[in-house]
C-alpha cells in the first residue's frame, strides 16, 4: 500500500501559524491532496490532535498526534506517537518541561484551540515557541519510552536545525529517521554531515499556511496503514518502507 504522508503540520495552536489552519481545514486540505497519513505537530502542543484524528478518520485519512518539540539546545524535533494514553504523557512531559514566557500575541501570534465549529475553546497563555529544559538525548529518550518516534527537524536548515545548534548530527544520538526540507538533496546533506548508515530521510511541508498542506510529502509502502508499519517502514524492518525523496 502506498501512501502520502504529511507528518509536520502547523495548527492555529502554533503562534507562526495562519489563522486559517485549523484542523477543519487541515483535514479538507488533506484530502485534496491525497494525504493518506497526516500528523498535527504544534510547537510544543498536542492539542489540537484529538479533533483532527477524529475528523482525519471520516476521510480515510489516518491522523497521527505529535508535536514538534523544542529542546534546550533549541533544536525543533518531531515528536510522534498512536495512542491517546502516549500523547497524554507527551503533553504532560511538554508541561512539565517547557520555559514559561508568557505569550505577547501582538508580537508572536495567537496560540488558540478551537472546535469543529472553529469557535475558540481555550488560548494558551505561554509562548509554545520557547526550549524545554531537557537536552535532545533526554526528549528521544522520553519518546522512545513511551513508544513513540523521534525524528530531529529540517535538519538542513540554518535556524533551530541539528546542524545550526550542535553543527552535526551526533553519532549516538537515537532517532528513528531525519527530516530533511525540500531545498537540499540527500546525497549534497551527507557529504558534509556524517550520518549513522541506514538513516532514512523523510520529507514533510513543515505547514503554517493551508496552501502548504501536502505540498511536500513523503511516500511509503506500508504493509497496512498503523502506525506498527510507519515505524517499521522508518526503521528498515519487516515489509514497509519509505519511498526514496524525490525533489521538488
Given at each position: 500500500m502506498i501512501v502520502k504522508a504529511d507528518l509536520h503540520i502547523h495548527s492555529v495552536l502554533s503562534p507562526c501559524a495562519d489563522l486559517e489552519m485549523s484542523p477543519v481545514n487541515i483535514v479538507t486540505r488533506a484530502v485534496q491532496m491525497g494525504l493518506g497519513l497526516i500528523a498535527v505537530t504544534d510547537h510544543n502542543c498536542t492539542l489540537h490532535g484529538p479533533l483532527?484524528?477524529?475528523?482525519?478518520?471520516?476521510?480515510?485519512?489516518?491522523?497521527?498526534?505529535?508535536?514538534?518539540?523544542?529542546?534546550?539546545?533549541?533544536?525543533?524535533?518531531?515528536?510522534?506517537?498512536?495512542?491517546?494514553?502516549?500523547?497524554?504523557?507527551?503533553?504532560?512531559?511538554?508541561?512539565?518541561?517547557?520555559?514559561?514566557?508568557?505569550?505577547n500575541r501582538h508580537v508572536f501570534g495567537y496560540q488558540v484551540m478551537v472546535n469543529e465549529q472553529e469557535e475558540i475553546v481555550q488560548e494558551i497563555d505561554y509562548l509554545l515557541h520557547a526550549a524545554l529544559t531537557k537536552s535532545i538525548d533526554e526528549v528521544a529518550g522520553f519518546i522512545h519510552g513511551i513508544g513513540g518516534v523521534f525524528i530531529p527537524a529540517h535538519v538542513d536548515r540554518p535556524k533551530y536545525s541539528i546542524t545550526s545548534q550542535l553543527g552535526f548530527v551526533p553519532p549516538l544520538l537515537e532517532y528513528d529517521a531525519l527530516e530533511i526540507s525540500k531545498n537540499t538533496l540527500v546525497e549534497q546533506f551527507m557529504k558534509t554531515n556524517p550520518i549513522k548508515p541506514n538513516t532514512q530521510f523523510i520529507r514533510n511541508s513543515d505547514s503554517h499556511f493551508i496552501h502548504q498542506v501536502g505540498s511536500t510529502y513523503t511516500g511509503y509502502d506500508l504493509e497496512e496503514l498503523s502506525f506498527e508499519c510507519f515505524k517499521n517502514a522508518l526503521l528498515n524492518r519487516g515489509n514497509s518502507s519509505v519511498l526514496p525523496v524525490v525533489q521538488f
Amino acid at each position: 500500500m502506498i501512501v502520502k504522508a504529511d507528518l509536520h503540520i502547523h495548527s492555529v495552536l502554533s503562534p507562526c501559524a495562519d489563522l486559517e489552519m485549523s484542523p477543519v481545514n487541515i483535514v479538507t486540505r488533506a484530502v485534496q491532496m491525497g494525504l493518506g497519513l497526516i500528523a498535527v505537530t504544534d510547537h510544543n502542543c498536542t492539542l489540537h490532535g484529538p479533533l483532527t484524528r477524529s475528523l482525519a478518520a471520516r476521510q480515510g485519512i489516518y491522523c497521527l498526534f505529535g508535536a514538534e518539540v523544542n529542546t534546550r539546545e533549541e533544536i525543533h524535533c518531531l515528536c510522534l506517537v498512536d495512542s491517546e494514553a502516549q500523547r497524554i504523557a507527551l503533553q504532560e512531559f511538554i508541561e512539565q518541561n517547557i520555559t514559561r514566557i508568557p505569550n505577547n500575541r501582538h508580537v508572536f501570534g495567537y496560540q488558540v484551540m478551537v472546535n469543529e465549529q472553529e469557535e475558540i475553546v481555550q488560548e494558551i497563555d505561554y509562548l509554545l515557541h520557547a526550549a524545554l529544559t531537557k537536552s535532545i538525548d533526554e526528549v528521544a529518550g522520553f519518546i522512545h519510552g513511551i513508544g513513540g518516534v523521534f525524528i530531529p527537524a529540517h535538519v538542513d536548515r540554518p535556524k533551530y536545525s541539528i546542524t545550526s545548534q550542535l553543527g552535526f548530527v551526533p553519532p549516538l544520538l537515537e532517532y528513528d529517521a531525519l527530516e530533511i526540507s525540500k531545498n537540499t538533496l540527500v546525497e549534497q546533506f551527507m557529504k558534509t554531515n556524517p550520518i549513522k548508515p541506514n538513516t532514512q530521510f523523510i520529507r514533510n511541508s513543515d505547514s503554517h499556511f493551508i496552501h502548504q498542506v501536502g505540498s511536500t510529502y513523503t511516500g511509503y509502502d506500508l504493509e497496512e496503514l498503523s502506525f506498527e508499519c510507519f515505524k517499521n517502514a522508518l526503521l528498515n524492518r519487516g515489509n514497509s518502507s519509505v519511498l526514496p525523496v524525490v525533489q521538488f
